[in-house]
């Protein structure tokens, strides 16, 4: 399945994630869009978003260990500001709903 995001979720704070994450989750690839899109799956399906399938095992902790290896010590600070633009971004979303 091949999820296509409308033109207005691409213009929210956090937006910049959609396109790459959802090519990267549609063809099993592991990314930082692709395990934010996944932590947020089922905000993103509320809002009319369903996600490819299978999402990722354990997002968060994929998420963490990508930003490790790219981050080295600052992966903490990364990871949880890459978390609040996504919660930035879905709490936008559901408002605009």
């Known amino acids: 399945m091949s999820a296509i995001a409308p033109p207005f ?3 929210l704070p956090g937006g910049e994630y959609l396109d790459e994450g959802l090519a990267d989750l549609a063809a099993g ?3 930082i869009p ?3 899109l996944a932590i947020a799956s089922q905000r993103l ?3 009319g978003l369903p996600l490819p399938s299978p ?3 354990d ?7 990508m930003l490790r290896a790219t981050h080295g010590d600052d ?6 500001a890459a978390l609040r633009r996504l919660t930035s971004f879905c709490q936008t979303l559901e408002q605009s709903g």
């Not at 997002?59 to 260990?65: A, K, S, V």
């Not at 992966?75 to 949880?80: E, L, R």
Request: without cysteine; positive net charge.
């Open 9 to 11: 979720f691409r213009q």
């Open 29 to 31: 690839r592991e990314s």
């Open 34 to 36: 692709a395990f934010l």
């Open 45 to 47: 399906a509320a809002a």
């Open 55 to 57: 999402l990722p095992r």
């Open 59 to 65: 997002p968060e902790l994929g998420l963490y260990r």
């Open 75 to 80: 992966a903490h600070s990364q990871f949880n």
